[in-house]
């Protein structure tokens, strides 16, 4: 195989890799069912996007969902967001989300951040 084939092989798998998770995301930030959820843990992938409002990093929420009808349950959420949102999610802070209601796993922190009480 030649050079110039594997890389672009490579940037085809990163392209997959990185946008394919997104079309799911923007389905559930579209058509979802708005929520309330604590964080309990936060972490950066490394992945980083820019746009034209500036560079979004890719973050990593644990969260526990709370349906208004229903038991708490943990979710993780993993998308890129801007960096006022990513100053605002601390572990304890309660935040809008997103969930898919034929797939509660499924969930997206709704941006611009709500902080509700």
Same mark, same amino acid.
């Given at each position: 195989?030649?050079?110039? @084939?594997? *890389?672009?092989?490579? $940037?085809? $798998?990163?392209?997959? *890799? ?15 069912? @708005? =929520?309330?959820?604590? =964080? +309990?843990? +936060? ?7 820019? @746009? #034209?409002?500036? @560079?979004? &990093?890719?973050? #990593?929420?644990?969260?526990? *969902? ?7 349950? #943990?979710?993780? $959420? ?18 809008? *989300? &997103? ?8 969930? $997206? ?6 902080? =509700?009480?």
């Amino acid at each position: 195989m030649s050079i110039g @084939t594997s *890389v672009l092989f490579v $940037a085809l $798998a990163a392209i997959a *890799v990185f946008s394919v998770p997104q079309r799911g995301l923007s389905r559930v930030q579209e058509s979802g069912v @708005t =929520v309330r959820a604590t =964080v +309990i843990d +936060i972490s950066e992938t490394g992945a980083s996007r820019w @746009t #034209r409002e500036g @560079t979004r &990093r890719q973050i #990593r929420c644990e969260l526990e *969902v709370c349906p208004p009808d229903g038991v708490p349950y #943990r979710a993780r $959420a993993v998308q890129f967001v801007g960096a006022a949102t990513e100053e605002v999610l601390r572990p304890g802070t309660t935040v809008a *989300v &997103r969930v898919d209601p034929s797939r509660p796993e499924h969930v $997206a922190i709704d941006e611009p951040l709500s902080r =509700v009480a």
